[in-house]
């Protein structure tokens, strides 16, 4: 019979009730208690949602971020928290956003540093090593959860990162090797597997996706050697991989002496012949057949056209399950009541996913006369979608054979740009300017949401939205910030308020997916070929722009963070789709310039991302992904100024491309990574403007003139004054008011010093 099992699950509740359990806790609207009953009740009914599989994932639930829920599983927590007074709740809060519940804004410390979970929008606190570090393995809160488990009677898998993979998900903080860290780290594990022995578990999941990336031959060694150490257990280990093909670590993976690994089998498909020959005939294959990233239905005949073949060959040695953990996607499609009705049947949220699983399960085990109907209603699901209409649009294609190279260059290169950049802006040093969002309030929600209902009507809604635009206008003008923005209070979401205004797009309603800890996004759902039907931004830009005389950002994100941040089709290319978008946001960029926005942001906050797993593979997106960027950006004139953003990713290594961009301003990330990010600067002469992140948006800390003075400082180390920028590292939509503002105000003391000093530089 096969195995049915889920890597992950969703944890932030159909009713994202996880993300307002945590956000009344850091307010002090309710205690620790009633945080972790909260959880805990969740917890019950997710398992419930999984009950038809054979096992059920325990230890997925996270109250921020599964990898810092392993670095104080492991006791391995920066030593600025070590010591500090509370609970150990408290310090792994403090390392997720800077301080716990019902602590002052200046307190307490720096956050953990965030990047990107490999290829996807979910982000992770990182791992800090030092050559002292040392672990302290506390297995209590993941063994509550297994006893919680127990106690409802299910059948469970535990599931933890596996060292490989927090190793190499880790940064060095003093320059030493990570590797040196491999004895004590294996000795953690053994220490936690004698904990987990006394749980009575069957079977533990051991994550380990970092082997579908590039090992060099001391990292394979280091996961040969990991394993080996981790002998003398009495429960079985599943080592889960995914996101992508092992290639030249599908041999070392068959080899660990574990009991069973899993593959991708969306992504890692043609590799499934060859570990079923190299795995012995002992340990199982789990095989990840639906789709854990989209949402798209799974072509149920066509699966077991080649799953059959594999059951008649592993048998009970063949284990089903989705590709990755199911937390990349919504909970439950029934929620659901306002989709478009023409492509919902074509969907499948995490709940549906699983009804798919026991579907193919059941064909496998008992033949597919018992689930006949099921099959012929997704055969013709499948061929509706195939077939329809609304899907392929000839004009669109039209639009994409017109793409000539001459769409992707600027009128002239950056120096004689920026010439013409300054006589028209007459900027100052240091200019100062914001991201683009401010602070979503409770009314600006709830304005959004009466609309929606039909509570309020188009103008009253127009013009309460107007309203918040010139407050964001006067604060910004009182504060003194260069550039302006109009703050975005009429969008729910940077992509899906495009999303809402493109032709082949659908949103949907409760398509809720966790980002990092409370911050959750609803990706709109890319359906057919794209276009734009009208100006979507042009409105609110010429609007902010008649309130002041400084210059005003017309906001915008780019092409390609739209697709990355979209659930996307997967019945054509992804750099075809990019294209698409391309077309569509150009024709925005040229509108906002002929009402006479000066300056053009063009966010690509996920260009990092969409990376390849794998470095051989990274040119070739690279190539669309830059090309499609240009081709929305450099339309228009040399005096108009184009910025980009990106945030929260390791740019060091494709500097180089973001250098092709030839934006002429960027904004990136620094805050959290102490200006790090900026050492590929030592190396690499970047010729255009650079406006370094000063301020973490994602903690309420408020940083300190200090602070801030010092990081610029250490940006000056790299890049000339005179091609600076100063400003946040993110937008400020997730803030609020009381915390922006003295943020803002000590962002544009530090401006006045470094003003001071670079002066006083120049006289002497």
Not at 162 to 187: F, M, V
Not at 223 to 246: D, H, M, N, P, W
Request: aromatic residues 8%.
């Amino acid at each position: 019979m096969v195995t049915t099992h889920n890597l992950g699950f969703p944890r932030i509740g159909k009713k994202r009730e996880l993300k307002f359990a945590l956000e009344n806790y850091w307010q002090g609207k309710s205690d620790q208690r009633e945080l972790l009953d909260s959880a805990a009740a969740l917890r019950k009914i997710h398992w419930q949602q999984q009950g038809r599989l054979d096992y059920i994932p325990v230890g997925d639930f996270s109250l921020y971020d599964q990898v810092l829920d392993t670095s104080f599983l492991l006791g391995h927590i920066p030593s600025r928290v070590r010591d500090l007074p509370g609970s150990i709740l408290d310090n792994y809060f403090r390392v997720a956003r800077g301080r716990s519940a019902n602590e002052r804004a200046n307190c307490c410390v720096s956050a953990g540093e965030m990047t990107k979970w490999f290829d996807t929008n979910y982000h992770y606190i990182v791992p800090e090593f030092e050559v002292g570090t040392h672990f302290t393995v506390n297995a209590r809160a993941l063994i509550e959860q297994i006893e919680e488990a127990h106690a409802q009677d299910l059948k469970i898998k535990p599931v933890i990162i596996g060292p490989l993979t927090y190793l190499s998900l880790g940064k060095s903080k003093d320059g030493g090797h990570k590797l040196d860290l491999l004895e004590a780290l294996i000795a953690a594990y053994q220490t936690l597997f004698a904990e987990l022995d006394k749980t009575g578990i069957e079977w533990l999941q051991m994550d380990e996706p970092a082997l579908v990336t590039e090992l060099e031959a001391e990292w394979q060694a280091a996961a040969i050697e990991a394993y080996e150490g981790l002998q003398g257990r009495s429960f079985k280990i599943l080592v889960s991989t995914y996101f992508g093909q092992l290639q030249d670590n599908l041999r070392l993976t068959c080899a660990l002496p574990v009991d069973g690994i899993h593959l991708d089998a969306i992504n890692a498909k043609d590799e499934i012949a060859e570990a079923v020959a190299l795995l012995s005939a002992d340990k199982v294959l789990s095989l990840g057949v639906i789709n854990g990233r989209n949402i798209w239905i799974n072509d149920l005949n066509a699966t077991l056209d080649w799953l059959e073949p594999l059951h008649q060959l592993l048998g009970a040695r063949l284990w089903l399950a989705p590709s990755c953990s199911l937390l990349h996607v919504p909970v439950d499609l029934d929620s659901e009541e306002n989709l478009d009705s023409n492509v919902k049947p074509w969907l499948c949220f995490a709940v549906q996913k699983l009804d798919e699983l026991s579907t193919l399960a059941l064909a496998l085990n008992s033949g597919r006369d018992c689930v006949a109907e099921a099959l012929a209603a997704n055969r013709a699901l499948i061929d509706s979608r195939r077939n329809s209409p609304r899907v392929h649009k000839p004009e669109v294609q039209n639009a994409l054979s017109r793409i000539n190279d001459s769409m992707a260059k600027r009128q002239s290169p950056y120096p004689l740009r920026a010439v013409e950049q300054r006589e028209k802006l007459q900027l100052p040093l240091y200019p100062s300017t914001t991201i683009g969002s401010f602070p979503q309030t409770a009314e600006i929600r709830q304005s959004r949401r009466d609309f929606r209902l039909g509570k309020l009507s188009a103008q009253k809604y127009q013009r309460a939205m107007e309203e918040e635009v010139a407050h964001c206008v006067r604060e910004q003008e009182a504060l003194g910030l260069d550039v302006l923005v109009h703050g975005e209070p009429e969008r729910n979401d940077m992509v899906e308020y495009f999303g809402e205004q493109l032709e082949g797009y659908t949103s949907s309603q409760f398509g809720w997916v966790q980002s990092y800890g409370s911050r959750c996004v609803k990706p709109p759902i890319i359906y057919g070929d794209i276009s734009r039907p009208k100006a979507m931004t042009v409105a609110w830009a010429r609007y902010a722009q008649s309130l002041t005389a400084k210059p005003m950002k017309g906001m915008l994100t780019g092409p390609v963070t739209i697709l990355n941040w979209s659930f996307v089709r997967d019945d054509q290319s992804r750099s075809e789709t990019c294209l698409q978008l391309a077309l569509a946001i150009r024709e925005e960029v040229l509108d906002l310039e002929n009402a006479g926005i000066d300056i053009i942001q063009i966010d690509e906050a996920a260009l990092r991302e969409g990376l390849p797993l794998r470095k051989t593979q990274w040119q070739d997106y690279l190539d669309w992904a830059i090309r499609a960027f240009r081709i929305t950006a450099n339309g228009v004139s040399d005096a108009t100024q184009i910025h980009t953003h990106m945030c929260y990713s390791d740019f060091n290594d494709i500097i180089a491309a973001i250098t092709e961009m030839d934006a002429d301003v960027i904004t990136i990330e620094t805050s959290r990574s102490d200006m790090s990010l900026l050492d590929v600067f030592d190396e690499f002469h970047y010729p255009n403007q650079i406006g370094p992140g000063v301020y973490d948006i994602h903690s309420p800390n408020i940083p300190t003139v200090e602070a801030i003075v010092a990081l610029m400082k250490k940006a000056e180390q790299r890049i000339p004054a005179e091609r600076l920028w100063i400003n946040p590292d993110c937008g400020l939509k997730t803030r609020n008011w009381p915390e922006v503002l003295p943020a803002l105000e000590n962002m544009l003391e530090a401006r006045k010093q470094l003003v001071a000093d670079f002066t006083n530089r120049q006289t002497e």
